[in-house]
């Protein structure tokens, strides 16, 4: 007994003594540059991201959120009574060292060790278009990892796009097993999370949840079709437990990536929270031979003080003049061969499709999936995947027979390929089975009787770009091609990568963005809509490259007010494909009245997925007004700042409204989902985002009697914001559009 408290009191006089011989030994080791306490403020008009260099090089995040003046008053901040680890708000954190948390960054060096610090070496601000770029050096002086965070603050949209550039500045590979595109740390008391979850033909659908403490994860291991479980995007809505679209303050991000994501929440025992988003680590340690670099995809906030409607309208702004494609401009309404055709049509089925769409008004054909493929003739979904060629019993004239005929009617002409696809009926899985995603000796499993094509392969991205290539020349003037991707990737694997399957994931995803890239060079002009089984690649990685999205393949009017409520969250009306299709729907069984599916489509890109023959006189008539009216408010759908006035999950209506940006002209959505007593005497909308003191003329728009008492007459902005705006909604799927015009 004597002998074991001698021993423990020698331990512990040794102990310190211990602690202390390490410490000094690593710093005399490693001697840490000497730097100046400093603030970096990172700012936009509306709000402020404020970080803070330690004496000893570490770099904190302090604020993120409202502006609050120069940002240099933080310097005498007293941290240290909030710090009991001493690595709680670190930037970018990474595994090792005092942190002990969920890491942005995780790197296993060649020595098999874990361990990274990381500190600052410098930062540089320069100006880039539209933003202000603020470059941040943070160095592992053990190591020689290097670590630039990238803050692109674009001051006018309040967004603030981030990403992250790792170097191996040692002398042996390293590999990185977990490297966030950035990491937010936020100060509140409370945070409602807002985000989406899904599944075929039930995209985006929006869930909200207070965060506990702990960790909370929302990720993507599906490979292709990244997005339609969840979405790698969110809101926080900050001291709060109720979602509000219009009070409080919001916190909403979305990741530019068509992979496997992850979104980590991790509250911490002071309440704080830090959001680390980026590529999902799973089955993906990247290795990085000494020098190589790896730049994460780019991560963006937003920051609103006036709750979540402001937050969408700052993504939405910033994505229509930067983050998608040719955003903010008017794109052609349209008719799309699928669900009125299905794979069975021949040449004389789809002119006369063209005639209907020309003659109710609608500026666009697009021949869907099954014109392709003659051994393996495209017929139904078993074969042909992989043909790209044109099927000439079906088609003996060819594409570009129908693409002059349709541009012979005023119309622009599309056509679907899917091509990261193969069916293994097909000539190109007989002669190339090596550009199959699989892994050795296990089964390749089907998905819609379908493979994917490795395009980790540069070879298959050669091949993939070349279909696209091909198909643009199958007419001079292909207008629009629709870019579908129907399943995930499972038993993964590159035959090409070798040992090196744990590029796989990231590798595919850069192959994809490698053709799109080659894809923009060569066809700049060309309208493309990004599908994967609707909703599976609705994401701002994407959307680099793309027009639009088609939302979902459920085109129940009823089911879109979900869909599109969830999408409009996050993305701009501008890239939301949605069709008028027949009834009963073919997804859902759903019978909605046409006008009704018409006010729901045209809330996003209209267009019309039927066999018009089917259609009755009126109904046709009905069309032909729907879109003629459509083609005269669209610019606000296409342009204008949405707010949402009533949610589809707060109750039995819903209702948005696109505002231009000179508070001129707007155009009101209104919709009764589910049925309330006739009594009510209209459903009190309060109208946002218009000029108090300005009047607007309000015009009820496809109808000869309006449901509005008011239609036709002229109102204050005032009135209609703060009065009684009360269309009468008296049925199940009863709905209304209005167009307001400043007097
Ligand atoms: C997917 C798309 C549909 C249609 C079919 C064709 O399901 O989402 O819009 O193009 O493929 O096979």
Redesign the pocket.
């Known amino acids: 007994m004597k002998r074991i408290t001698l021993l423990t009191a020698l331990l512990l006089c040794l102990l310190p003594l211990q602690a202390r011989k390490e410490k000094k030994f690593t710093h005399e080791t490693f001697p840490l540059p000497k730097v100046e306490r400093q603030v970096i403020g990172i700012e936009t008009e509306n709000t402020a991201l404020v970080l803070l260099v330690q004496e000893n090089g570490e770099l904190n995040t302090l604020h993120y959120g409202a502006p609050l003046g120069a940002a240099a008053q933080f310097l005498s901040k007293d941290t240290s009574s909030e710090d009991y680890n001493g690595a709680r708000g670190l930037t970018y954190p990474a595994t090792g060292g005092r942190f002990t948390g969920d890491p942005a960054l995780h790197v296993k060096y060649a020595d098999g060790s874990h361990n990274t610090e990381l500190y600052y070496t410098g930062h540089t601000v320069t100006a880039g278009e539209g933003f202000t770029r603020t470059a941040i050096g943070l160095k592992d002086y053990v190591t020689g990892l290097e670590v630039t965070l990238v803050y692109d603050a674009y001051a006018k949209e309040d967004v603030i796009v981030a990403h992250t550039s790792l170097v191996n500045g040692g002398k042996k590979p390293v590999e990185l097993l977990n490297y966030a595109s950035s990491s937010l740390y936020l100060d509140a008391d409370e945070y409602l999370l807002t985000h989406f979850h899904g599944s075929w033909a039930y995209d985006m659908q929006t869930e909200s949840e207070v965060l506990g403490h702990d960790l909370k994860v929302i990720e993507s291991r599906r490979g292709t079709q990244a997005t339609q479980g969840n979405n790698p995007s969110f809101l926080l809505s900050l001291n709060t437990r109720e979602f509000s679209e219009t009070s409080g303050e919001v916190v909403a991000g979305a990741l530019a990536w068509s992979g496997n994501f992850r979104l980590c929440f991790e509250k911490d025992d002071a309440h704080r929270l830090n959001v680390t988003a980026g590529i999902s680590p799973f089955a993906s340690a990247w290795p990085l031979e000494a020098g190589e670099r790896f730049e994460t995809p780019e991560m963006l906030y937003t920051y609103s003080a006036e709750g979540a409607g402001k937050a969408s309208r700052n993504l939405h702004r910033w994505a229509r003049k930067y983050g998608v494609y040719g955003g903010g401009a008017v794109n052609p309404t349209l008719l799309n061969s699928?669900e009125g055709a299905y794979f069975n049509f021949t040449t004389e089925t789809l002119l006369r499709m063209m005639d209907d769409a020309a003659a109710m008004g609608l500026e666009m054909f697009v021949l869907?999936?099954g014109w392709f493929g003659n051994e393996f003739p495209r017929n139904g979904?078993n074969a042909g995947l992989g043909d790209w060629e044109v099927n000439t019993a079906k088609l003996p004239e060819g594409i570009d027979y129908l693409a002059q005929y349709a541009h012979s009617k005023d119309l622009k002409f599309g056509i679907?390929i899917e091509p990261e696809m193969v069916n293994p009926a097909s000539v190109l899985a007989r002669e190339h089975p090596e550009w199959v995603v699989q892994s050795p000796g296990r089964e390749i499993y089907q998905g819609r009787n379908q493979w994917v094509l490795d395009l980790s392969n540069p070879a298959v991205q050669d091949f993939v770009f070349g279909i696209f290539d091909r198909t643009m020349q199958l007419a001079p003037n292909i207008d629009y091609i629709?870019w579908?991707c129907?399943r995930v990737i499972q038993s993964f694997g590159s035959p090409y990568l070798g040992v090196r399957q744990d590029r796989f994931y990231v590798a595919y995803c850069q192959g994809l963005y490698n053709v799109m890239r080659r894809i923009r060079e060569q066809y700049p002009k060309v309208l493309i809509q990004c599908?994967s089984?609707?909703g599976g690649r609705i994401d701002y990685g994407s959307l680099r490259y793309c027009n639009e999205v088609?939302t979902s393949?459920n085109t129940d009017a009823l089911s879109r007010a979900y869909i599109q409520y969830g999408t409009s969250l996050i993305y701009p009306a501008c890239v939301m494909a949605s069709h008028v299709s027949a009834v009963p729907n073919h997804q859902s069984g759903n019978v909605t009245p046409l006008k009704f599916r018409f006010d729901m489509a045209c809330a996003g890109r209209l267009g019309m997925e039927l066999q018009p023959r089917d259609l009755p006189a009126d109904e046709r008539a009905l069309a032909l007004r729907c879109i003629g009216s459509y083609k005269e408010y669209r610019d606000l759908v296409f342009g204008g700042d949405l707010y949402r006035l009533f949610s589809p999950y707060d109750g039995s209506y819903s209702a948005l409204m696109y505002v231009s940006e000179d508070k001129s002209r707007a155009v009101v959505f209104t919709y009764c989902l589910h049925y309330e007593p006739r009594t009510v005497g209209g459903k009190t909308f309060r109208l946002q985002g218009l000029d108090p003191s300005r009047s607007y003329r309000v015009v009820e728009q496809n109808v000869d009697k309006s449901c509005w008492w008011g239609s036709g007459a002229s109102f204050s902005g005032a009135f209609l914001m703060n009065g009684g705006f009360n269309p009468l909604l008296p049925r199940l799927y009863s709905s209304a559009v209005f167009v307001l015009e400043a007097d």
């Open positions: 699928w869907d999936d979904d679907w629709k579908d129907n599908c089984s609707g088609w393949d």
